[in-house]
């Protein structure tokens, strides 16, 4: 992340996963929380990212910007995360998902790059507000993939 909260990608140009003019990131990777009122906190395998506006307001409208190059894997709907997921696998064969989207611009089998435009931030899934749920794993898409490897913190991009 840089100085101001932004995810930075390696290679983006852009330098962000959304084209907000300014994110902030409001659930850390690896963050411990609660998923509802009446659970005990969980481990967060993701960053949650919500794209601002010049003046301070969420906005709403916000494309979602791919953080690594790849081929979308999946794109649809996944427990928790809504019915406009994306999943790209990037070079290093890890899985990039980008959940709680409120429309997906891609589909499977599309090569994308850093700063493609895959979709629009949304509420959907399991949400408490508009964000990008963006997680990252190893050995495949999910916990229950049955390569699955683990997870990594998407903000090494």
């Known amino acids: 992340m840089d100085g101001n909260g932004n995810l930075v990608a390696?290679?983006?140009?852009?330098?962000?996963a959304t084209n907000g003019a300014n994110e902030k990131v409001?659930?850390?990777?690896?963050?411990?929380?609660?998923?509802?009122?009446?659970?005990?906190?969980?481990?967060h395998p993701g960053v949650d990212i919500v794209p601002?506006?010049?003046?301070?307001?969420?906005?709403?409208?916000a494309s979602i910007l791919s953080v690594s190059d790849g081929k979308v894997f999946l794109v649809g709907n996944v427990a928790g995360f809504g019915?406009?997921?994306v999943v790209v696998q990037n070079e290093?064969?890890?899985?990039?998902?980008y959940g709680h989207m409120s429309s997906a611009n891609v589909k499977i089998g599309d090569?994308?790059?850093?700063?493609d435009v895959l979709g629009t931030v949304g509420n959907?899934?399991?949400?408490?507000g508009t964000h990008l749920h963006l997680q990252e794993s190893s050995g495949?898409?999910?916990?229950?993939?049955?390569?699955?490897?683990?997870?990594?913190?998407?903000g090494s991009h």
């Open 10 to 16: 390696r290679n983006d140009t852009s330098g962000k």
């Open 26 to 43: 409001t659930s850390p990777y690896y963050a411990s929380r609660p998923l509802d009122k009446n659970k005990e906190e969980t481990f």
């Open 52 to 61: 601002m506006k010049a003046n301070g307001t969420v906005d709403k409208e």
């Open 83 to 85: 019915p406009h997921t």
């Open 92 to 97: 290093s064969g890890n899985f990039v998902t």
């Open 111 to 115: 090569k994308v790059s850093v700063g």
């Open 124 to 128: 959907e899934g399991m949400s408490s």
């Open 140 to 154: 495949g898409a999910f916990y229950n993939s049955p390569k699955f490897n683990g997870f990594v913190d998407p």
